[in-house]
């Protein structure tokens, strides 16, 4: 068994509703920030963490995901007649290399840990990683390769996590924390959603995870929690005391594009750090507020 990360899981099979109408035929991985789609910035951080084999777990409505991770030829061939160097490089780069990547179905929307049940074949029996890509993160490293790199001196279960205004707790899953150096939190529980009151901390689960292939066994007892889904958050809860498990605070931005206002701010950071569109926009953003 591989005790390095080298499988990561994209689920994808969301409905979208919080951006609908945008979503009704379009999947909202899709949806672009700047000029590349959502999910392909969470590939990215996922090859930069060195990942070697993307599991996407999608569903009826979403075939522009594979062909966007497809080779075009066509596309390939007009480009180069027109010696369109940039653009080309530009598709070549989403592509994602032969044999090194899979997508799953899930056949109804049951819930996250539903999704990720789903991938449970290819992922097999080795460590993990699965990437929410409707979180965007401007992050350098990325936030996976942070992970990855505490993953090498913790091992077992890490969960990336960042801290919220206690009032939000009930947005959020939260940890319940045994101590804490200010980086890593070691976990002794997990609760989804409470109430500022009942809240153990205010360090909120974000959607980048590191899980060892047990949460299976728990996965498949297909349990349903909060919102009568299968929840993750409660398969991940019953490894706590058996496999070290830790959230991790991660230095970075996060977008949460799944939201509009989330979508909107991710366009407006990312275009922002473009050097070749920063001073047009600034003037172009004055001018609108
Ligand atoms: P969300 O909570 O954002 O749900 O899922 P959603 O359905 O995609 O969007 P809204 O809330 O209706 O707008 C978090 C992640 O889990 C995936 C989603 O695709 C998203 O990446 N997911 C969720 C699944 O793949 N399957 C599910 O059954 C639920």
Same mark, same amino acid.
């Given at each position: 068994?591989?005790?390095?990360?080298?499988?990561?899981? @994209?689920?994808?099979?969301?409905?979208?509703?919080?951006?609908?109408?945008?979503?009704?035929?379009?999947?909202?991985?899709?949806?672009?920030?700047?000029?590349?789609?959502?999910?392909?910035?969470?590939?990215?951080?996922?090859?930069?963490?060195? *990942?070697?084999?993307?599991? @996407?777990?999608? %569903?009826?409505?979403?075939?522009?995901?594979?062909?966007?991770?497809?080779?075009?030829?066509?596309?390939?061939?007009?480009?180069?007649?027109?010696?369109?160097?940039?653009?080309?490089?530009?598709?070549?780069?989403?592509?994602?290399?032969?044999?090194?990547? %899979? @997508?799953?179905?899930?056949?109804?929307?049951?819930?996250?840990?539903?999704?990720?049940?789903?991938?449970?074949?290819?992922?097999?029996?080795?460590?993990?990683?699965?990437?929410?890509?409707?979180?965007?993160?401007?992050?350098?490293?990325?936030?996976?390769?942070?992970?990855?790199?505490?993953?090498?001196?913790?091992?077992?279960?890490? *969960?990336?996590?960042?801290?919220?205004?206690?009032?939000?707790?009930?947005?959020?899953?939260?940890?319940?924390?045994?101590?804490?150096?200010?980086?890593?939190?070691?976990?002794?529980?997990?609760?989804?959603?409470?109430?500022?009151?009942?809240?153990? %901390?205010?360090?909120?689960?974000?959607?980048?995870?590191?899980?060892?292939?047990?949460?299976?066994?728990?996965?498949?007892?297909?349990?349903?929690?909060?919102?009568?889904?299968?929840?993750?958050?409660?398969?991940?809860?019953?490894?706590?005391?058996?496999?070290?498990?830790?959230? *991790?605070?991660?230095?970075?931005?996060?977008?949460?594009?799944?939201?509009?206002?989330?979508?909107?701010?991710?366009?407006?950071?990312?275009?922002?750090?473009?050097?070749?569109?920063?001073?047009?926009?600034?003037? %172009?953003?004055?001018?609108?507020?």
């Amino acid at each position: 068994m591989a005790n390095h990360v080298r499988k990561a899981v @994209f689920p994808v099979a969301g409905l979208g509703t919080r951006s609908l109408p945008a979503t009704k035929a379009v999947p909202k991985e899709m949806l672009t920030v700047v000029d590349k789609p959502v999910i392909q910035y969470a590939v990215e951080e996922a090859k930069a963490a060195g *990942i070697e084999e993307f599991i @996407f777990v999608t %569903s009826r409505g979403k075939s522009a995901l594979e062909d966007h991770f497809d080779r075009n030829f066509e596309l390939y061939d007009v480009l180069t007649q027109r010696s369109k160097t940039a653009e080309l490089e530009a598709v070549r780069e989403a592509e994602l290399p032969v044999g090194q990547f %899979s @997508f799953v179905r899930q056949p109804e929307p049951l819930g996250l840990g539903h999704a990720v049940w789903c991938a449970r074949h290819i992922v097999g029996n080795e460590p993990f990683a699965v990437l929410l890509p409707d979180e965007v993160f401007k992050a350098d490293p990325g936030v996976l390769a942070q992970m990855v790199a505490a993953y090498g001196q913790v091992g077992g279960n890490l *969960i990336a996590v960042r801290e919220v205004a206690p009032e939000l707790t009930a947005k959020y899953g939260i940890l319940d924390v045994e101590h804490d150096d200010g980086r890593l939190a070691a976990v002794k529980g997990l609760v989804e959603k409470p109430k500022p009151e009942e809240a153990p %901390s205010n360090l909120s689960i974000v959607g980048r995870y590191i899980l060892q292939p047990e949460v299976f066994e728990f996965l498949d007892r297909q349990e349903r929690g909060a919102g009568n889904e299968i929840q993750l958050t409660d398969a991940m809860a019953r490894l706590i005391g058996r496999q070290p498990f830790h959230g *991790i605070r991660f230095e970075g931005d996060r977008y949460d594009c799944g939201d509009k206002i989330g979508f909107v701010a991710a366009n407006v950071a990312f275009a922002l750090s473009r050097p070749e569109l920063a001073d047009k926009l600034r003037e %172009s953003l004055e001018a609108v507020i």
